[in-house]
């Protein structure tokens, strides 16, 4: 569950700074034009975010 | 309710299972609903300083090839070109356009720009429609066409009028000027592209560049006609950009570019402009389209 969590928090995050990244490369087109793009990042931001996290606990929890 | 009762509260809302679901397709969802806020009929277009919502069929130019610039009394205003970053210099300080029917030999008539622009179709042909397949050609085809709405989503430039610290937008077109511009003539801008080629003999790279699909907007300080490739006089050089990478969605990113490159460094030097910033553009948008489930799910979503 904390997982899950995690990997929204990243989803989240990754989705954002990618919209904001867009805006300010090309401020001249409308952010609907990279649709895709920021769906994708936003998942694979998810997908990576909640692997380091479990990687990390995993190291953690190493005796 | 004390520090600990909150926290494990808040710690009992985040374990819920449908909670933290509704949490993370709210997270993959969150930007594409945040990037579109437009309905299904309407565009966003960028006016005024900010973003907004127009109704499709007001498109300014683009997918229906509707010439921009002079708006009919009601109508929507056409999208302000993102504002330029360069301060101009005293050479260059506004953009306008004007049609030209004229061959590349005839005197120029009129006010004299500070630097003229030719809006030039590449090796795609010299029918107004292309009937055939191949697929660069249609592409080069859809960038003259957003190119040349772009070009007049500028001020027209008005007889009479001064025109000493512009740079004027010439677009090649078969019949005498109409209120917003006539159709483009493939024919006269082959002309146009053959005569600089010819004044180009030193320049082989510009040379071979302007034989592509294009299509092209090159700089000079003087009409065609009067360009004498001798010396090294500042009025004689050429400043070329080849839109055959773009998208017809960034040819506005490469319009900006080029109309800053003018305004910050002038028409001093022979050169390809080639800027980073719209080719990157241009490669996101064609990832864009080649990822194509997220947008029929946002799709979906949206009805």
């Given at each position: 569950?904390?997982?899950?969590?995690?990997?929204?928090?990243?989803?989240?995050?990754g989705g954002?700074?990618t919209?904001?990244?867009l805006?300010?490369?090309?401020?001249?087109?409308s952010?609907?034009q990279?649709t895709n793009i920021?769906?994708?990042?936003?998942?694979?931001?998810?997908?990576?975010?909640?692997?380091i996290?479990?990687?990390v606990?995993?190291?953690?929890?190493r005796? | 309710?004390?520090?600990?009762a909150?926290g494990s509260?808040l710690?009992g809302?985040?374990?819920?299972?449908?909670?933290t679901?509704?949490?993370?397709v709210?997270?993959?969802?969150?930007?594409?609903?945040?990037?579109?806020?437009?309905?299904?009929?309407?565009?966003?277009?960028y006016?005024?300083g900010?973003?907004g919502c127009?109704?499709a069929?007001?498109?300014?130019?683009?997918?229906?090839?509707?010439p921009v610039?002079?708006?009919a009394?009601?109508?929507?205003?056409?999208?302000?070109?993102?504002?330029?970053?360069?301060?101009?210099?005293?050479?260059?300080t506004?953009?306008l356009?004007?049609?030209?029917t004229?061959?590349?030999?005839?005197?120029?008539?009129?006010a004299?720009?500070?630097?003229?622009t030719?809006?030039?179709?590449?090796?795609?042909?010299g029918?107004?429609?292309?009937?055939g397949?191949?697929?660069?050609?249609?592409?080069a085809?859809a960038?003259?066409d957003?190119l040349?709405?772009?070009?007049r989503?500028?001020?027209?430039a008005?007889p009479?009028a001064?025109?000493?610290?512009?740079n004027?937008?010439?677009?090649?077109?078969?019949?005498?000027?109409?209120a917003?511009?006539?159709?483009?003539d493939?024919?006269l801008?082959?002309?146009?592209?053959q005569?600089?080629?010819?004044?180009?003999?030193?320049?082989?790279?510009?040379?071979?560049r302007l034989?592509?699909?294009?299509?092209?907007?090159?700089?000079t300080?003087l009409p065609v006609?009067?360009?004498v490739?001798?010396?090294?006089?500042?009025?004689?050089?050429i400043v070329l950009?080849?839109?055959?990478?773009a998208?017809p969605?960034s040819?506005?990113?490469?319009?900006?570019?080029?109309?800053?490159a003018?305004?910050?460094?002038?028409v001093l030097?022979?050169?390809?402009?080639?800027?980073?910033r719209?080719?990157?553009?241009?490669?996101?948008?064609r990832?864009?389209?080649?990822i194509?489930?997220?947008?029929?799910a946002?799709?979906?979503?949206?009805?």
């Amino acid at each position: 569950m904390k997982t899950l969590f995690e990997s929204t928090l990243f989803a989240l995050i990754g989705g954002v700074v990618t919209y904001f990244a867009l805006r300010a490369l090309a401020p001249e087109l409308s952010s609907s034009q990279f649709t895709n793009i920021i769906g994708v990042a936003s998942i694979a931001s998810g997908a990576v975010g909640g692997w380091i996290v479990k990687w990390v606990n995993e190291r953690k929890d190493r005796p | 309710m004390g520090k600990r009762a909150k926290g494990s509260a808040l710690a009992g809302m985040l374990g819920s299972c449908h909670c933290t679901a509704l949490l993370f397709v709210g997270a993959t969802i969150f930007s594409t609903v945040a990037a579109g806020a437009c309905g299904p009929s309407e565009r966003e277009v960028y006016v005024g300083g900010r973003w907004g919502c127009i109704p499709a069929a007001t498109s300014p130019g683009g997918s229906t090839g509707e010439p921009v610039g002079g708006g009919a009394p009601g109508s929507v205003q056409s999208p302000v070109p993102y504002p330029p970053r360069a301060k101009p210099l005293p050479g260059v300080t506004a953009e306008l356009w004007r049609d030209i029917t004229a061959v590349p030999s005839a005197p120029w008539t009129g006010a004299r720009p500070a630097v003229f622009t030719y809006v030039l179709s590449g090796d795609v042909g010299g029918d107004a429609t292309y009937k055939g397949t191949d697929q660069r050609i249609l592409r080069a085809r859809a960038n003259l066409d957003a190119l040349v709405a772009e070009a007049r989503s500028f001020d027209k430039a008005k007889p009479g009028a001064s025109l000493k610290s512009a740079n004027l937008f010439c677009i090649p077109t078969k019949s005498p000027e109409s209120a917003n511009g006539a159709a483009y003539d493939h024919r006269l801008a082959r002309s146009y592209r053959q005569r600089l080629q010819e004044l180009l003999t030193d320049q082989s790279q510009l040379r071979d560049r302007l034989g592509g699909v294009g299509p092209f907007l090159v700089a000079t300080r003087l009409p065609v006609n009067e360009i004498v490739r001798e010396g090294s006089s500042r009025d004689n050089h050429i400043v070329l950009i080849d839109l055959s990478s773009a998208e017809p969605q960034s040819v506005i990113v490469f319009m900006n570019e080029f109309k800053n490159a003018i305004r910050r460094d002038d028409v001093l030097a022979d050169k390809e402009l080639a800027p980073l910033r719209p080719a990157i553009v241009s490669a996101l948008l064609r990832v864009n389209a080649a990822i194509p489930f997220i947008g029929s799910a946002y799709a979906t979503l949206k009805k």
